[in-house]
């Protein structure tokens, strides 16, 4: 049986190219990359090892037994223990929005399903959608036609989409939006199946969707409005 987890990795600019280049060897060929910039406290960045500068993230789905792999690549090819090289981090996948989502976010690693994982007296999940440019608004009309809020984007160019055509049959744009929505745990579900079927993969936007577990929050209020 298998996990997947969602794979986030921040680096320097300048070594975004290292990363990626070892990832696609490890079979890791869809890669969403969007740029960043520190933001932490002086005192974080030195016990973490990393200066104030621009920054690169890299995201990307992950099993366990390929997490293992990465992981070591990581540590004796691209030296990520010494400081400065950046910081990699995995977390749970709780659902999928179906299964060529399933198929394009992981494009050929093993996976035997399992349960769907659940957190007990989580209250909220981090809905991610992962859509062609430009379609914001038609997947947040039909997350809110379900009872979702507002989200946040973020924009984000894809990497080795070829191998994952074949598994989809469509073809994939490179420019990416990521719209990332906080749900209450009940309404991830209906708000999920909304975006499939309105801006799903037969749709222009080619959506895929999947979301993660909020195991905590803060400063994060649900108006009325929202939960009705």
Avoid: C
Avoid at 17 to 31: G, N, W
Avoid at 47 to 63: N, P, Q, W
Avoid at 184 to 211: D, H, P, Q, Y
């Amino acid at each position: 049986m298998s996990r997947i987890y969602w794979m986030v990795t921040i680096t320097g600019r300048d070594q975004g190219e290292r990363f990626s280049s070892m990832y696609k060897t490890e079979k890791l060929p869809v890669i969403l990359v969007t740029l960043g910039k520190g933001t932490a406290s002086s005192e974080v960045l030195d016990y973490l090892g990393l200066e104030e500068s621009d920054k690169i993230v890299l995201f990307t789905a992950v099993t366990g037994e390929v997490w293992k792999q990465v992981k070591k690549g990581m540590e004796t090819k691209l030296n990520i223990d010494v400081p400065g090289t950046g910081i990699s981090f995995i977390v749970p996948v709780s659902s999928m929005g179906g299964r060529k989502t399933l198929q394009f976010l992981l494009a050929g690693q093993e996976f035997e399903k399992e349960e769907e994982a659940v957190l007990k007296e989580t209250e909220y999940e981090l809905i991610i959608v992962v859509s062609n440019f430009g379609y914001t608004n038609m997947i947040m009309d039909a997350a809110r036609e379900a009872g979702a809020g507002g989200g946040t984007v973020i924009h984000a160019k894809g990497t080795g989409m070829e191998k994952a055509e074949k598994f989809l049959g469509v073809s994939l744009a490179a420019e990416k939006e990521i719209i990332f929505i906080v749900a209450r745990t009940e309404k991830k579900t209906e708000i999920m199946k909304a975006v499939m079927e309105n801006a799903g993969l037969e749709s222009k936007a080619k959506s895929i969707v999947f979301s993660l577990p909020v195991a905590d929050t803060a400063g994060l209020r649900i108006s009325e409005e929202w939960e009705g």
